[in-house]
Every structure is written in C-alpha cells, then in structure tokens.
C-alpha cells in the first residue's frame, strides 16, 4: 500500500497577538500592534472605553468585545479566565487573532500573559506588542524619573493581603486604589471605609499630611490629564473611580550606605595602586 499523500496546503496553523491600544485615543497606538490589528483574521477588544472601541473597528471588520464578560458580582478572575478561553477557541480553530488591551497588554493585566503562555505551551506562534501604559503616562504627566530615588509599584490590594516592604524613600506607586480590599474580585469599586483600611498601613511609612497625587491620564485627545494633591489622610474620601492611580513621592531622604561606600573606595584605591 502507498504512503498517504502529504496534504499540498496543511490547515492553516492559529496564532495570537496581544498588543497594547496605549492609554490616549489615536496617538499611542504603535505601527507594530496596527499591523497586527489589520493582518488579523479576528480582533478581540478590551478597551478603556466605548469610542476607543468605536476607533478599533474602523481598523478592522471583525472586532468583538471582551467587555460583555465583565459583570457586578461576577469574580473578574472569571471573565479573565474567560478572555482566555475565548482567545484560544479561535487560535486553535486556526485563526490569527489579536487582542487589543488599553495601555501596555503586560501591565496590571493577566489574562494576556496567561492567553500567551497557553498558546505557547500548546505549540501556537504568541507575541506581545508593548503599548504606552498608564505608568509612562504618569511619569510624563507628573514630571516623575523612576531612577531618581526608585519606584516600588504595587497593586493596592495586594499591600493590605500580604506583608510587604515598603520603602518611603523612593516613589510608591500604587494601581487599582478604587477597588482596594477587595478580596471578592467581584466588585467595580469599595469605598472609603477600604481605603481608611489602606491609609491606616502607609501611616506607618508616610506622616499624615504627605501630599500624595491622585491621577488619572488621558484616555481621550480632548481631556487634560487629571492630577489631585491632596493630603495622605483625605484619601478615604477623594473621588476615586477604577481608573485612578494614587502616587506617594518620597516622604524621606536617601540614606547613605557608609560600609558599602567604604568597600568601593577601597577597590578604587586598590584598582588606582595597580
Ligand atoms: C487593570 S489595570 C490596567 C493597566 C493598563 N494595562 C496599563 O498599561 O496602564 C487598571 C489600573 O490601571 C490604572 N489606570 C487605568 N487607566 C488609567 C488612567 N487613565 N490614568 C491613570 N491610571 C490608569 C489604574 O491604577 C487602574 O486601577
């Protein structure tokens, strides 16, 4: 009997993009993740907002969106797990999907690390696109260099669940503030009893009257970024929505470490002998 036959044209193989769409309407979006937008058989949306939407489809006539997954008293870590599912439904039925993600698809985001590592493990080509995120905005906006004094970022929640090290000398930067405490993953936003919660653990750190900024960026070419100093005490009840991300400038100065100092200057001089 005759070998079969190898197919001349084989099924064609699934692949996956997650590129970021970046933080502002029509001036973040990089010539990369564009391309990856049109060159797609389907694009998956997670955006920031209907008219970012709105922006996407004019690139491309199959975007479909991922924001009917998310509902009140639905965990989010259901709907991501969801988005992934999704994704991967359509790279294994061969298609080359992207998903479109506001701001940069790795940052503060999971569902693309895990949709990437899925199709990666199951043998599909998966890449990452980088876009602006609201971290670069934010330095931008508020005039901060991270390698000034250092940058610690954390997700809200996360300093009040787990015991973590927070260093007052440099920038802390934290996410997701209006959702703080929330230990459901079910909730869209929790208040100030929360963040009283919050404010009571930086106290540790920070004196009460440190001015801390609240911040939101741009999402649209027509808003100005949004920046509120206020005191560290009147966070509780500042108007905080999901999007707003709260930074602590340093509220101590660097402390010199003297043995360390003293053990380069010696190699100096030994390397000065020589
Ligand atoms: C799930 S994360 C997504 C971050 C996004 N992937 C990025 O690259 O910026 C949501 C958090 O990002 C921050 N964020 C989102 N939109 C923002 C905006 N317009 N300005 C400032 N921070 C924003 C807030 O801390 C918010 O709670």
């Given at each position: 009997m005759s070998p079969p036959i190898a197919p001349s044209n084989p099924a064609p193989r699934g692949r996956l993009a997650c590129v970021g769409m970046g933080m502002t309407l029509g001036s973040h979006l990089s010539?990369?993740?564009?391309?990856?937008?049109?060159?797609?058989?389907?694009?998956?949306?997670?955006?920031s907002d209907g008219i970012v939407e709105l922006w996407l489809q004019r690139m491309h006539p199959d975007v479909r969106s991922l924001q009917p997954y998310y509902a009140e008293g639905k965990s989010r870590m259901v709907t991501y797990r969801q988005w992934v599912d999704v994704l991967m439904t359509e790279v294994r039925a061969g298609s080359n999907v992207c998903a479109v993600f506001y701001g940069h698809p790795g940052i503060f985001a999971w569902s693309p690390h895990k949709a990437i590592e899925?199709?990666?493990?199951?043998?599909?080509?998966?890449?990452?696109e980088p876009g602006i995120s609201a971290e670069d905005c934010l330095y931008a906006d508020l005039g901060i260099d991270p390698g000034r004094f250092g940058c610690q970022h954390f997700e809200a929640s996360q300093l009040l669940f787990y015991e973590r090290k927070i260093d007052p000398t440099g920038y802390l930067i934290l996410w997701q503030v209006g959702l703080v405490g929330d230990l459901s993953l079910k909730r869209f936003s929790t208040g100030a009893a929360y963040r009283q919660v919050l404010v009571d653990l930086?106290?540790?750190?920070?004196?009460?009257?440190?001015?801390?900024i609240v911040y939101r960026g741009a999402t649209l070419p027509i808003q100005q970024p949004r920046i509120h100093r206020i005191a560290l005490r009147d966070l509780?009840?500042?108007?905080l929505s999901a999007e707003e991300t709260v930074v602590l400038p340093p509220a101590a100065?660097?402390?010199?470490?003297?043995?360390?100092?003293?053990?380069?200057a010696a190699l100096d001089k030994e390397a000065s002998l020589g």
């Amino acid at each position: 009997m005759s070998p079969p036959i190898a197919p001349s044209n084989p099924a064609p193989r699934g692949r996956l993009a997650c590129v970021g769409m970046g933080m502002t309407l029509g001036s973040h979006l990089s010539p990369l993740a564009r391309s990856h937008i049109e060159q797609a058989d389907v694009v998956f949306a997670a955006l920031s907002d209907g008219i970012v939407e709105l922006w996407l489809q004019r690139m491309h006539p199959d975007v479909r969106s991922l924001q009917p997954y998310y509902a009140e008293g639905k965990s989010r870590m259901v709907t991501y797990r969801q988005w992934v599912d999704v994704l991967m439904t359509e790279v294994r039925a061969g298609s080359n999907v992207c998903a479109v993600f506001y701001g940069h698809p790795g940052i503060f985001a999971w569902s693309p690390h895990k949709a990437i590592e899925v199709a990666r493990a199951e043998g599909f080509i998966a890449h990452m696109e980088p876009g602006i995120s609201a971290e670069d905005c934010l330095y931008a906006d508020l005039g901060i260099d991270p390698g000034r004094f250092g940058c610690q970022h954390f997700e809200a929640s996360q300093l009040l669940f787990y015991e973590r090290k927070i260093d007052p000398t440099g920038y802390l930067i934290l996410w997701q503030v209006g959702l703080v405490g929330d230990l459901s993953l079910k909730r869209f936003s929790t208040g100030a009893a929360y963040r009283q919660v919050l404010v009571d653990l930086l106290s540790q750190d920070y004196p009460l009257d440190h001015q801390v900024i609240v911040y939101r960026g741009a999402t649209l070419p027509i808003q100005q970024p949004r920046i509120h100093r206020i005191a560290l005490r009147d966070l509780p009840a500042a108007e905080l929505s999901a999007e707003e991300t709260v930074v602590l400038p340093p509220a101590a100065p660097l402390k010199q470490n003297l043995a360390l100092r003293e053990r380069l200057a010696a190699l100096d001089k030994e390397a000065s002998l020589g």
